[in-house]
């Protein structure tokens, strides 16, 4: 991880994942094991193999970044999917999820998911949706990890696609502004459901992409939280939007580390950090496809390369308590375990 360790502090540091796609958690031995129940072929001869293909730095866009040799990253992450195809698979993974945040001091998350991946190749929703919601409950039982799960749509696949694919749950981003999918967040909140969206970082027109979460989406109102959204540095009103509208970002520091250097990446989050009324959290994202960095390396490289305090820290993950959709008692609870900690620890 660039040479750095997890420290104590941060280890121990109680955490709010809110960015973080349950797919991308995929490890390769659960990959590996799925695809041996399932009779899903894998194109490795040895889980040595398997592993080895993970050793890599994906293409995230070819159209974008040319073709290097590599497979892209939406390429390997969708084969990855392909070996969830029973509702126990998808508790599976959901729990070994929880399980993992539990040793990373998550207390609380919102992790993504999506049905687009599973609804082409005839699996219903509702094995989908069965599976995580099981891995939700029990993953409080067994881990103390509580969870708000949040759909996707896949923005690289058809709009129509996405809304019926919502229509099933009811009871990625190449020149695919969130515009297109502004039916589908009309009926989610209609639902009585929160809007988030993705405006993934220096990718064709992601400026762009974050003003129309802005100033745009569900009638002009805006989302209510932008995933990424890093861009927003790139344009003055779209600085002063998210203060006046107020809507937090959820940042992946590792996820763009991997293509910007420390000194170019850290003094943007430093910027937004000193940015009075942006509020903003540190979170995984994709971490099995992303060298094995979890929450806890991510939080670190923000420590280390922003020249962030302890206190910083700390409020950092008061910040994602805030932002986050949990409800008001668990909040508070969060609340109180960050003062106990500060109190202890800073």
Known sequence: MNGLQVSPFIAALPKVELHVHIEGTLTPSLRWKLAKRNNVPLPYATYEDLLESYNVLYNHRKEVHGDNGTPTFLETYFAGTQVLCEEEDFY??????????????????????DLQAYLPRGIPAKTVLDGYMRAQREGFERFGVRSNWIMCFIRDRPVEEGIAAYEAARPN??????????????????????VTMHCDVDQKDAASHVHEAIFSVLDGRGTERIDHGLNALDRPELLEGLIQRQIPLTLCPHAYHRRQATEVLFPKLRKLWEMEGIKWCVNSDDPTYMHNVWIDGAMEKVYRYCGMSKADMVRLSRDAVEISWADAEVKAELRQELERFARDNC
């Open 92 to 113: 599976e993974l959901g729990m070994a999820y929880l399980e993992k945040a539990s040793e990373l001091s998550i207390r609380y998350a919102e992790p993504f998911f």
């Open 173 to 194: 981003e190449y020149d695919r502004p969130p515009m297109l999918f502004e039916k589908a967040f009309q009926m989610a909140k209609q639902d009585g459901l929160h």
